[in-house]
């Protein structure tokens, strides 16, 4: 974690008194809804279609013990006892009371949390890969990078209120879990000449115009990323739309002018400032560095684990959540363990007050109270000790924590949808539970083997549809519900189980979903998922090959002819064609 020094302290709570302040003013009619909106937003505060919703950020992903305890207690005393994990590694409460919201925030300041800069149009939460700092293929520990960019960005009165919401993605692996090929900014750790730098993808991002990134720089060297960060930003402050929030995003812009004109703009820019006060040195790195309370680990740990071989040849659950949700650590003698908020009945992302609580206790018990948010809406217990995992595993089965569906079909990706979302065309959570009830068998799931289901309840793309093997987009059809289905998304270009890819590769792997055809029933999804998974089964070459691996192999026609020739599915889309033409 990373310990605040006196000015980070003092900026936040100085923020928590602004607040409080602009809050009171509006309750009391002094300021209009107009004038409180962009205070509200920069400040995570939502007003959705039952209560206010706040969400508060969290850096790069990356929790301690502490932290999710007061987040515990938030949940209990202002909310009705849970939170929401999103895609962007934040979380969000529902149910607080507008006058009740800076008492939160200031609670949330005695343990260095805040929600600055999580809704606005401005540079949001940074994004990295939550395994940062403890995957063994990691080219340079991202979490510094991450922090770096948090405090050059927070706050900064350039960037205060760009065109439209910013969003940045780090990747100091060789494999991108942090998709960075669909962020405002994607930034890949490479190497050049023994020199560390960043590949820079910029233009990416889903919503209503879905498009992959672009790579602007090959190689920008370390010492020059917040420069370049700050001349790309500049080309977009200037250029970006402000007349139609639709066309205001930067992906837009780079397609507009073209990557090569953007890039050349940039450039431009840089010049100008690429060796003024913003230009990275190695004691503000080493500074920043120091400023984080690492793991000490014990090298003396045995990586002997006949204990865990016994159990898990004993206990079937045991070894299918040893397989699924255990990852592979850089210190040997310990692993990452993915807790699996996607259990039967339970809204993807959701925990309760008692379940953080625990999985506090778990990681001070198990590690050394670190815990990560990853882009999947679940919680990673970062250093658990690998001779303590059967114990571990027993503990979050109790909770409901241990749900063996990482990398699965049942591991579903959902925004809250319209039972909370007031932008939302079509609820998410009643569908993703419908799923996950179709899909319960777990030899099932395992036979489907590795499979992306992402689900959005509007074209804000909250629960990143696009980018999933299989997405599922809510859409409002004259008034109704309807569901409309795409395949052959991905977030990057291997899983995590396929090693390295070549560096120029590895941010452009991201591809967008294609739509198979006319829109469905809320009640027939299930029925095309199943159908989809049938028609994948029948064509895969091995068990090897991956849902994901069969649509680019054949394309989506025989996913498409095999969905709207089925009597029942095709029934009720048939005036839905005419309504989507």
Not at 399 to 410: D, F, Q, S, Y
Not at 492 to 502: F, H, L
Request: hydrophobic share 40%; net charge negative.
């Amino acid at each position: 974690m990373y310990i605040y020094d006196e000015i980070d302290q003092k900026l936040v709570e100085q923020r928590v008194a602004q607040f409080k302040g602009q809050t009171h003013r509006f309750l009391n009619g002094k300021l209009s809804e107009d004038e409180f909106r962009v205070l509200r937003l920069q400040n995570g505060l939502y007003i959705q279609r039952h209560a206010p919703m706040l969400r508060v950020a969290i850096p790069y992903g990356m929790l301690v013990s502490k932290q999710l305890r007061m987040l515990a207690y938030v949940a209990r005393r202002w909310d009705k006892g849970y939170g929401h994990f999103s895609t962007r590694q934040n979380i969000q409460f529902n149910w607080p009371r507008l006058e009740d919201v800076p008492e939160i925030l200031a609670k949330l300041a005695t343990v260095q949390m805040h929600a600055i800069q999580t809704s606005g149009n401005c540079i949001r939460n940074t994004t990295t890969d939550h395994f940062a700092g403890v995957a063994p293929d990691e080219i340079i520990n991202p979490l510094v990078w991450c922090e770096i960019i948090r405090q050059w960005s927070m706050l900064h009165p350039e960037f205060a209120f760009l065109p439209r919401k910013f969003k940045i993605a780090v990747s100091g692996a060789l494999t991108d879990r942090a998709a960075v090929g669909v962020h405002d900014i994607g930034l890949q750790a490479i190497e050049e000449k023994g020199v560390l730098g960043f590949s820079v993808w910029v233009g990416g991002g889903l919503g209503r115009t879905p498009i992959v990134g672009k790579l602007i720089k090959p190689f920008v060297a370390w010492h020059d990323l917040l420069t370049y960060l700050q001349a790309t930003l500049r080309v977009y402050n200037l250029h970006g739309r402000r007349d139609n929030k639709y066309k205001a995003r930067i992906k837009i812009l780079v397609k507009d002018l073209t990557p090569e004109v953007f890039a050349n703009q940039v450039d431009e820019q840089w010049q100008l400032i690429k060796d003024g006060p913003d230009k990275v040195t190695e004691e503000y790195v080493e500074y920043v560095s120091n400023r984080f309370e690492w793991p000490k680990y014990d090298l003396t740990l045995s990586e002997n684990e006949n204990d865990v071989i016994v159990k898990s040849t004993e206990n079937p659950k045991f070894e299918r959540w040893l397989r699924t949700n255990v990852h592979g650590h850089k210190v040997k003698g310990y692993a990452s363990v993915t807790v699996s908020l996607k259990a039967s009945g339970i809204p993807p992302g959701d925990i309760t007050a008692d379940q953080m609580d625990a999985l506090a206790d778990m990681s001070d018990k198990y590690g050394f109270g670190e815990l990560r948010v990853s882009h999947e809406q679940n919680l990673i217990l970062a250093d658990a000790r690998r001779n303590s995992l059967y114990s571990l595993w027993l503990e979050l089965d109790m909770l409901n924590l241990a749900t063996p569906n990482i990398g699965l079909i049942t591991n579903i990706i959902s925004c809250p949808g319209g039972d909370y979302c007031s932008l939302a065309n079509a609820v998410s959570i009643p569908v993703a539970a419908a799923i996950q009830q179709r899909f319960d068998d777990l030899d099932f799931v395992y036979e489907i083997g590795e499979l992306d289901l992402n689900l959005s309840g509007c074209v804000n793309a909250c629960g990143h549809h696009h980018v999933g093997h299989i997405g599922i987009l809510g859409v409002d059809k004259a008034g109704e519900e309807w569901y409309q289905i795409t395949i052959g998304g991905r977030q990057n270009g291997a899983s995590s189980s396929q090693g390295a890819i070549p560096a120029l590769i590895r941010g452009g792997g991201a591809a967008i979903g294609r739509v198979i055809g006319p829109s469905f029933a809320r009640e027939q999804i299930p029925d095309v998922i199943y159908r989809l998974i049938q028609t994948y089964l029948r064509l895969r070459d091995s068990d090897a090959e991956r849902f994901i691996d069969v649509v680019e192999r054949l394309g989506i026609e025989p996913f498409k002819h095999d969905v709207y020739s089925d009597p029942l599915l095709a029934k009720s889309t048939v005036s839905m064609a005419v309504l989507d033409a």
